[in-house]
């Protein structure tokens, strides 16, 4: 079935360090991927997506490219702030018409220090 | 977009009790999910409801511990039934608009 299988945290960092998140899926097809935050004590924001093979997407100074040869889909953010400080999902949504729903992997915790 | 709104935000609830959570969307869906994050893990599905029609719910999860509504297409309510310490979570609702799922901020239970 589909899954996905993310780093696992905890991850620190300093301030201004560069930041990869790994995160590779199994499904059959094109799913559609995601990238998702969840800030403490806040619900979950979605953060970027891309929906076919060799999308980037990007948003606030993360990117993350669909990578189908090597079926990942990787976060990274050259220069991290002291704000990014949360835990990063990395989810897929499944190829099928009319899959709606999402699988999540288990999340990454970031933490940034000045 | 979407902007999703969940009452309770945040509850203390009492062992062996229900609570019903609802959830509001800003515009009309077809289809909302439920999900469950358990302190420190992921998001899991607890169940996808279509307006008009029964909800249809994950491997492990049943409706007489999670019963849902779905009276139109912007408004569902789960139902946390008899609960126990762990019931404790936090719970989602999500919609999908324009080919993205988008989340509420949740709402953060937890059993006593």
């Known amino acids: 079935g589909d899954s996905v299988t993310q780093m696992e945290g905890p991850v620190t960092l300093s301030e201004e360090a560069f930041l990869t998140i790994n995160c590779t899926y199994t499904?059959?097809?094109?799913?559609?991927l995601f990238w998702y935050v969840q800030y403490p004590g806040e619900g979950l924001q979605l953060l970027l997506k891309?929906?076919?093979?060799?999308d980037k997407g990007s948003n606030k100074g993360f990117e993350a490219t669909y990578r189908k040869e090597t079926t990942s889909f990787h976060l990274e953010k050259g220069s991290v702030q002291v704000s990014d400080s949360a835990v990063y999902f990395c989810?897929?949504?499944?190829?099928?018409?009319?899959?709606?729903?999402?699988?999540f992997g288990t999340g990454t915790r970031l933490t940034v220090i000045p | 977009s979407a902007v999703i709104s969940q009452k309770p935000s945040r509850d203390i609830c009492q062992r062996g009790t229900s609570l019903t959570i609802q959830c509001q969307v800003d515009?009309?869906?077809?289809?909302m999910f439920w999900y469950r994050q358990q302190p420190g893990q992921s998001l899991t599905l607890i169940a996808t409801?279509?307006?008009?029609?029964?909800?249809?719910?994950e491997s492990g999860f049943v409706i007489d511990k999670f019963p849902i509504s779905r009276p139109n297409l912007t408004f569902s309510t789960l139902t946390v039934s008899n609960m126990s310490p762990e019931d404790s979570s936090i719970y989602l609702c999500?919609?999908?608009?324009?080919?993205?799922?988008?989340f509420g901020e949740g709402s953060w239970l937890t059993v006593v």
């Open positions: 999500s919609v999908e608009v324009g080919n993205t799922i988008y």
């Open positions: 499904a059959t097809g094109y799913p559609s």
């Open positions: 891309a929906t076919k093979a060799d």
């Open positions: 989810a897929l949504r499944a190829a099928d018409e009319g899959a709606n729903n999402l699988f």
């Open positions: 515009s009309q869906v077809t289809m």
């Open positions: 409801a279509n307006q008009g029609s029964e909800a249809t719910y």
